[in-house]
């Protein structure tokens, strides 16, 4: 298969969180900032790669009946790996993201990517795979984060968005429901909707 | 490469070896991070530290001074000194009232009991309404500058105090005034200086 | 006392799929019907409970004695598939009508975000054995009370004219918010 396709596929037409609605737990939680989702994505993505890459290179090496397990196990190293350096080198990312880094090891991409994808295809094209998936879902918490963050905080990476009157204590009169847990359910559904319907307008 | 058989040797033979490998490339990791957590872990006490407090020149590591409350939960007292003199007190102190759990902050007192400044070292609250309390989120802990506890009553004007609560964030408000008040109490019963 | 706390603050305050954002597949997945949301409750609230109790176990035993709590995580997503499949045979064995009941949404539950991360949380909230199944059992409960009521709606919907492009998933987010929105108003509860 053409590469340059097998990376893009992630983007849109097979967008983990967009089309396929996969891993939505942690994409509704650390949504709430473009800075967090880039965060979060960036992790996922890492792991992925690092696990496709191994389970690629190692597919023959496993007998079929303990598959799942050796790919789980291959996942949860990754994992812990990402949260011991996230820990000491981004403490304050660490903390926002919390126990949802751990909770990567039963993210159903990671997974489904290593059971339907790596466990089947040349190494090469697992790793791209494993970027074209991490991208796709980086790109869509920061979509949702972007949205959070402008309407409920009144940034964006942080730097004022001055679109908000300010209250009495002179901090901007933002929309809040949508940095909290309803108004990250709401973004989702309509962006979820919107994607529908701009895959429908391309085929 | 043919594929390995599902015989049961096979599986536990290849369980154990990537669980050994597993096994050790993590203890491997945890070495490696192990000195930037506890730098991370330090560097964040030390700003914290600068925030709450005056200009100061003594070593403020030497002064730390733990008080246990009880089993679990304790204040840790810096004392300041600029040339020889008491410029300040910043103690570490806790709530477990807060709407998810337990958190901990920072509060800088000078010697006369007027707080300084106040600095959120770890919290669970909701971002968006309880993490306000953060001065890097919004300019709610500034109404507590230059106020001492003695007149100033720490607690929500909706109880009768002189604070005014965060929007729709009652009840990390009122765990905010605890911890505060948690630490006043024990710098008045350190007399406001090291012993 | 404490515990009416507990119970209160972790099945309806922060309910863990409307609040913490946990056990959304399930919840998403599994509530089509009144009856199948009530049978993956039930489910949950077992297995949770039983995997709370095994994991804090293992980690304060084992993990810490032997200062190698870095593999939490694998541990814990080990046991709890383990403890998935025992289940599912012992079930099978001694209480067949059980497993008739529940035997479908057992499978279901190891890739359960939910149930590793109650596991975790219990851990780093550093409640002691008893907090640690009060809280397990009250995080399940609300995850039952949730899924029941949002398979309420979902059977409404059937007959109610939603515009092509929000049928689906879009909808059921959508409903879950206001759903979310709702559980808000219990937040003065504690």
Not at chain 2, 56 to 83: H, Q, S, W
Not at chain 3, 30 to 46: D, L
Request: hydrophobic share 50%; charged share 15%; net charge positive.
């Amino acid at each position: 298969m053409n590469q340059w396709k097998n990376f893009t596929k992630g983007f849109l037409r097979e967008n983990p969180v967009l089309v396929l609605i996969l891993g939505t737990c942690p994409t509704l939680a650390t949504s709430t900032s473009v800075s967090n989702g880039l965060g979060m994505g960036l992790a996922l993505t890492f792991v992925l790669v690092m696990s496709n890459l191994v389970i690629a290179s190692i597919k023959n090496l496993i007998p079929g009946k303990v598959r799942i397990p050796a790919f789980i196990l291959v996942i949860a190293t990754f994992v812990t790996i990402v949260d011991y350096v996230l820990k000491g080198y981004v403490p304050a990312l660490h903390k926002e993201l919390g126990v949802f880094i751990p909770l990567i090891v039963v993210n159903c991409i990671v997974l489904g990517r290593a059971e339907a994808y790596a466990s089947k295809n040349s190494v090469l094209s697992s790793i791209i795979d494993g970027f074209g998936m991490g991208f796709g879902f980086t790109l869509a918490l920061m979509t949702l984060g972007g949205i959070r963050e402008i309407l409920g905080a009144g940034t964006f990476f942080g730097m004022k968005v001055p679109i908000f009157p300010a209250d009495m204590q002179g901090n901007p009169k933002t929309i809040l429901i949508f940095i909290l847990a309803p108004g990250a359910f709401l973004v989702y559904g309509y962006l979820v909707a919107l994607t529908n319907r701009l895959k429908n307008k391309l085929n | 490469m043919a594929k390995t058989e599902s015989t049961f040797t096979n599986m536990v033979a290849t369980m154990v070896i990537i669980m050994v490998l597993a096994g050790l490339s993590l203890a491997g990791v945890v070495n490696l991070t192990a000195d930037a957590i506890a730098k991370s872990e330090k560097e964040k006490m030390e700003s914290a530290l600068k925030e709450v407090l005056p200009p100061f020149d003594n070593d403020i590591a030497a002064t730390r001074k733990e008080v246990k409350v009880n089993e679990k939960d304790k204040l840790v007292l810096y004392f300041a000194k600029k040339g020889g003199e008491d410029v300040g007190v910043a103690i570490e102190t806790f709530t477990n009232k807060g709407f998810s759990g337990n958190f901990r902050i920072m509060v800088g007192f000078r010697p006369d009991g007027t707080i300084i400044n106040t600095s959120v070292l770890e919290h669970h609250e909701t971002p968006g309404l309880g993490d306000k309390m953060d001065v890097k989120k919004s300019k709610f802990p500034n109404q507590f500058k230059d106020k001492s506890p003695a007149d100033f009553k720490l607690q929500v004007k909706k109880d009768g105090g002189s604070v005014d609560a965060i929007t729709a964030a009652t009840i990390s408000s009122r765990a905010f005034c605890d911890a505060v008040q948690r630490a006043y109490d024990e710098f008045v019963k350190q007399g406001g200086k090291q012993q | 006392m404490e515990y009416i706390i507990i119970f209160i603050g972790s099945a309806f305050v922060s309910n863990i799929v409307l609040a913490q954002f946990l056990g959304i597949c399930p919840f998403l997945g599994v509530s089509t019907k009144v009856g199948t949301a009530v049978g993956m409750g039930t489910a949950v609230i077992f297995v949770m409970t039983l995997a709370t109790i095994v994991t804090w176990l293992i980690y304060y035993y084992l993990l810490v004695p032997f200062h190698i709590e870095f593999l939490q995580t694998i541990s814990f997503i080990f046991i709890i598939a383990a403890l998935v499949q025992m289940v599912e045979i012992i079930l099978k064995k001694s209480v067949p009508s059980l497993y008739q009941a529940l035997g479908i949404y057992l499978p279901l539950i190891t890739t359960n975000c939910a149930v590793l991360g109650i596991a975790i949380l219990t851990i780093t909230k550093e409640y002691n054995l008893m907090q640690g199944v009060v809280y397990t059992i009250s995080i399940a409960v609300g995850f039952t009370f949730a899924i029941i009521l949002f398979a309420g709606i979902r059977e409404q919907l059937e007959l109610t004219e939603v515009p092509k492009g929000m049928r689906g998933i879009p909808i059921a987010l959508i409903i879950t918010g206001i759903l979310s929105l709702a559980f808000m108003g219990f937040a003065n509860l504690v």
